[in-house]
T-cell receptor, first 115, second 112 residues
Framework: EAGVAQSPRYKIIEKRQSVAFWCNPI?????LYWYQQILGQGPKLLIQ????????DSQLPKDRFSAERLKGVDSTLKIQPAKLEDSAVYLC?????????????FGSGTQLSVL | GQQLNQSPQSMFIQEGEDVSMNCTSS?????WLWYKQDPGEGPVLLIA?????ELTSNGRLTAQFGITRKDSFLNISASIPSDVGIYFC????????????FGKGMKLTVNP
Protein backbone atom coordinates (compact mmCIF):
# COMPACT_ATOMS: atom_id res chain seq x y z
CA GLU A 1 0.00 0.00 0.00
CA ALA A 2 1.48 3.37 -1.00
CA GLY A 3 1.89 5.86 1.81
CA VAL A 4 1.16 9.56 2.01
CA ALA A 5 3.13 11.34 -0.71
CA GLN A 6 4.42 14.88 -0.28
CA SER A 7 6.46 17.18 -2.49
CA PRO A 8 8.81 18.88 -2.58
CA ARG A 9 11.01 17.41 0.20
CA TYR A 10 12.89 20.68 0.67
CA LYS A 11 12.21 24.31 -0.21
CA ILE A 12 14.30 27.39 0.44
CA ILE A 13 12.74 30.81 -0.19
CA GLU A 14 13.24 34.39 0.86
CA LYS A 15 10.80 36.16 3.15
CA ARG A 16 7.80 37.68 1.41
CA GLN A 17 7.98 35.07 -1.35
CA SER A 18 5.21 32.52 -1.95
CA VAL A 19 5.45 28.76 -1.65
CA ALA A 20 3.15 25.79 -2.19
CA PHE A 21 3.26 22.24 -0.91
CA TRP A 22 1.45 19.25 -2.35
CA CYS A 23 0.09 16.14 -0.64
CA ASN A 24 -1.49 12.97 -1.97
CA PRO A 25 -3.06 10.90 0.82
CA ILE A 26 -3.42 7.15 0.99
CA UNK A 27 -5.97 5.99 -1.55
CA UNK A 28 -9.46 5.89 -0.09
CA UNK A 29 -8.69 8.07 2.93
CA UNK A 30 -11.39 10.67 3.33
CA UNK A 31 -9.62 12.78 5.95
CA LEU A 32 -6.49 14.83 5.25
CA TYR A 33 -4.50 16.91 7.73
CA TRP A 34 -1.76 19.51 7.38
CA TYR A 35 0.56 19.91 10.37
CA GLN A 36 3.34 22.41 11.02
CA GLN A 37 6.36 21.13 12.97
CA ILE A 38 8.80 23.79 14.12
CA LEU A 39 12.28 22.55 15.06
CA GLY A 40 12.25 21.11 18.57
CA GLN A 41 8.46 21.01 18.78
CA GLY A 42 5.73 18.50 18.18
CA PRO A 43 3.46 18.80 15.14
CA LYS A 44 0.66 21.39 15.34
CA LEU A 45 -2.52 20.95 13.33
CA LEU A 46 -3.09 23.68 10.74
CA ILE A 47 -6.12 22.35 8.89
CA GLN A 48 -8.23 19.20 8.63
CA UNK A 49 -10.28 18.25 5.56
CA UNK A 50 -13.08 15.70 5.36
CA UNK A 51 -13.30 14.91 1.64
CA UNK A 52 -13.27 18.42 0.10
CA UNK A 53 -14.70 20.22 3.13
CA UNK A 54 -12.82 21.94 5.96
CA UNK A 55 -13.45 20.41 9.40
CA UNK A 56 -11.02 22.45 11.49
CA ASP A 57 -8.86 25.40 10.47
CA SER A 58 -8.83 27.17 13.81
CA GLN A 59 -5.01 27.22 13.98
CA LEU A 60 -4.38 28.22 10.36
CA PRO A 61 -2.98 31.79 10.01
CA LYS A 62 -5.52 32.71 7.40
CA ASP A 63 -3.94 36.04 6.52
CA ARG A 64 -1.08 34.20 4.82
CA PHE A 65 -1.87 30.48 4.73
CA SER A 66 -4.43 28.81 2.50
CA ALA A 67 -5.22 25.21 1.67
CA GLU A 68 -7.50 23.44 -0.70
CA ARG A 69 -8.63 19.93 -1.50
CA LEU A 70 -10.89 20.62 -4.43
CA LYS A 71 -11.65 17.08 -5.55
CA GLY A 72 -11.38 15.49 -2.12
CA VAL A 73 -8.18 13.65 -2.97
CA ASP A 74 -4.87 15.54 -3.13
CA SER A 75 -4.32 18.85 -1.39
CA THR A 76 -2.19 21.98 -1.68
CA LEU A 77 -1.03 24.22 1.17
CA LYS A 78 0.14 27.71 0.23
CA ILE A 79 1.95 30.42 2.14
CA GLN A 80 1.83 33.95 0.74
CA PRO A 81 3.82 35.92 1.76
CA ALA A 82 6.21 33.82 3.83
CA LYS A 83 7.75 35.06 7.07
CA LEU A 84 10.93 33.92 8.81
CA GLU A 85 8.87 32.19 11.52
CA ASP A 86 7.24 29.95 8.89
CA SER A 87 10.47 27.92 8.70
CA ALA A 88 9.36 24.44 9.69
CA VAL A 89 8.54 20.98 8.42
CA TYR A 90 5.05 20.77 6.93
CA LEU A 91 3.58 17.33 7.42
CA CYS A 92 0.58 15.91 5.67
CA UNK A 93 -1.36 13.04 7.21
CA UNK A 94 -4.43 11.07 6.28
CA UNK A 95 -6.90 8.73 7.92
CA UNK A 96 -9.79 6.64 6.69
CA UNK A 97 -12.72 8.61 8.10
CA UNK A 98 -11.27 11.00 10.69
CA UNK A 99 -13.15 9.28 13.49
CA UNK A 100 -12.01 9.38 17.11
CA UNK A 101 -9.30 6.81 17.82
CA UNK A 102 -8.52 6.36 14.13
CA UNK A 103 -4.88 5.90 13.10
CA UNK A 104 -3.16 8.75 11.27
CA UNK A 105 -0.58 8.03 8.58
CA PHE A 106 2.01 10.77 8.06
CA GLY A 107 4.03 11.67 4.99
CA SER A 108 7.74 12.47 5.14
CA GLY A 109 7.09 16.20 5.14
CA THR A 110 8.37 19.26 3.31
CA GLN A 111 11.18 21.13 5.06
CA LEU A 112 10.77 24.87 4.46
CA SER A 113 13.55 27.36 5.14
CA VAL A 114 12.63 31.05 4.90
CA LEU A 115 15.70 33.32 4.67
CA GLY B 1 -3.40 26.03 22.93
CA GLN B 2 -3.35 22.94 25.09
CA GLN B 3 0.03 21.88 26.39
CA LEU B 4 1.43 18.45 26.96
CA ASN B 5 4.50 18.39 29.19
CA GLN B 6 6.81 15.67 28.00
CA SER B 7 9.91 14.62 29.93
CA PRO B 8 12.76 14.16 29.75
CA GLN B 9 13.62 16.25 26.70
CA SER B 10 16.51 13.96 25.76
CA MET B 11 18.26 10.81 26.95
CA PHE B 12 21.58 9.17 26.19
CA ILE B 13 21.68 5.47 27.04
CA GLN B 14 23.76 2.40 26.35
CA GLU B 15 22.46 -0.39 24.16
CA GLY B 16 20.58 -2.90 26.29
CA GLU B 17 19.38 -0.39 28.86
CA ASP B 18 15.75 0.39 29.55
CA VAL B 19 14.33 3.89 29.14
CA SER B 20 11.19 5.58 30.44
CA MET B 21 9.49 8.79 29.38
CA ASN B 22 6.24 10.41 30.40
CA CYS B 23 3.73 13.01 29.46
CA THR B 24 1.48 15.08 31.71
CA SER B 25 -1.25 17.64 31.21
CA SER B 26 -3.57 19.78 33.29
CA UNK B 27 -6.43 18.63 31.04
CA UNK B 28 -8.21 15.29 30.81
CA UNK B 29 -7.60 13.24 27.67
CA UNK B 30 -9.75 10.56 26.03
CA UNK B 31 -6.88 9.02 24.13
CA TRP B 32 -3.12 8.87 24.58
CA LEU B 33 -0.84 8.01 21.69
CA TRP B 34 2.89 7.49 21.42
CA TYR B 35 4.72 8.20 18.14
CA LYS B 36 8.32 7.82 16.97
CA GLN B 37 9.86 10.12 14.38
CA ASP B 38 13.05 9.27 12.52
CA PRO B 39 15.11 12.08 10.90
CA GLY B 40 13.51 13.30 7.69
CA GLU B 41 10.38 11.24 8.20
CA GLY B 42 6.90 11.75 9.58
CA PRO B 43 5.82 10.35 12.96
CA VAL B 44 4.83 6.69 13.10
CA LEU B 45 2.32 5.42 15.65
CA LEU B 46 3.80 3.04 18.22
CA ILE B 47 1.05 2.51 20.78
CA ALA B 48 -2.50 3.82 21.28
CA UNK B 49 -4.29 3.89 24.65
CA UNK B 50 -8.04 4.40 24.98
CA UNK B 51 -9.01 3.65 28.60
CA UNK B 52 -7.84 5.05 31.92
CA UNK B 53 -5.51 2.56 33.60
CA GLU B 54 -4.91 0.66 30.35
CA LEU B 55 -1.49 -0.96 30.05
CA THR B 56 -0.50 -1.96 26.52
CA SER B 57 2.61 -3.60 25.11
CA ASN B 58 4.03 -3.71 21.60
CA GLY B 59 7.16 -5.83 21.57
CA ARG B 60 9.73 -4.11 23.77
CA LEU B 61 7.45 -1.11 24.25
CA THR B 62 4.99 -0.73 27.12
CA ALA B 63 2.71 2.24 27.66
CA GLN B 64 0.09 3.13 30.24
CA PHE B 65 -2.86 5.52 30.28
CA GLY B 66 -2.87 7.19 33.71
CA ILE B 67 -5.79 6.69 36.08
CA THR B 68 -6.39 10.45 36.30
CA ARG B 69 -6.51 10.64 32.45
CA LYS B 70 -3.94 13.44 32.68
CA ASP B 71 -0.77 11.46 32.12
CA SER B 72 0.84 8.57 30.27
CA PHE B 73 4.21 6.87 30.22
CA LEU B 74 6.19 4.84 27.69
CA ASN B 75 8.89 2.31 28.53
CA ILE B 76 11.36 0.80 26.10
CA SER B 77 13.16 -2.27 27.36
CA ALA B 78 16.51 -3.65 26.21
CA SER B 79 17.18 -0.72 23.85
CA ILE B 80 18.85 -1.30 20.48
CA PRO B 81 20.54 1.20 18.12
CA SER B 82 17.46 1.47 15.88
CA ASP B 83 15.47 2.86 18.82
CA VAL B 84 17.25 6.17 18.16
CA GLY B 85 14.81 8.92 17.25
CA ILE B 86 12.35 11.40 18.71
CA TYR B 87 9.41 10.06 20.71
CA PHE B 88 6.23 12.12 20.94
CA CYS B 89 3.22 11.71 23.12
CA UNK B 90 -0.08 12.94 21.74
CA UNK B 91 -3.60 13.07 23.06
CA UNK B 92 -7.18 13.79 22.16
CA UNK B 93 -8.93 16.01 24.70
CA UNK B 94 -12.02 14.83 26.56
CA UNK B 95 -14.94 16.84 25.30
CA UNK B 96 -12.89 18.43 22.56
CA UNK B 97 -12.57 17.84 18.84
CA UNK B 98 -10.66 14.93 17.36
CA UNK B 99 -7.66 17.24 17.03
CA UNK B 100 -4.46 15.68 18.32
CA UNK B 101 -2.26 17.68 20.71
CA PHE B 102 1.42 16.70 20.62
CA GLY B 103 4.15 16.98 23.25
CA LYS B 104 7.51 18.54 22.40
CA GLY B 105 9.22 15.19 22.02
CA MET B 106 12.06 13.29 23.64
CA LYS B 107 15.25 12.72 21.66
CA LEU B 108 16.71 9.28 22.37
CA THR B 109 20.32 8.41 21.63
CA VAL B 110 21.48 4.80 22.03
CA ASN B 111 25.20 4.15 22.18
CA PRO B 112 26.14 0.72 20.79
Amino acid sequence: EAGVAQSPRYKIIEKRQSVAFWCNPISGHATLYWYQQILGQGPKLLIQFQNNGVVDDSQLPKDRFSAERLKGVDSTLKIQPAKLEDSAVYLCASSLWGALNEKLFFGSGTQLSVL
Amino acid sequence: GQQLNQSPQSMFIQEGEDVSMNCTSSSIFNTWLWYKQDPGEGPVLLIALYKAGELTSNGRLTAQFGITRKDSFLNISASIPSDVGIYFCAGQLKGGSEKLVFGKGMKLTVNP
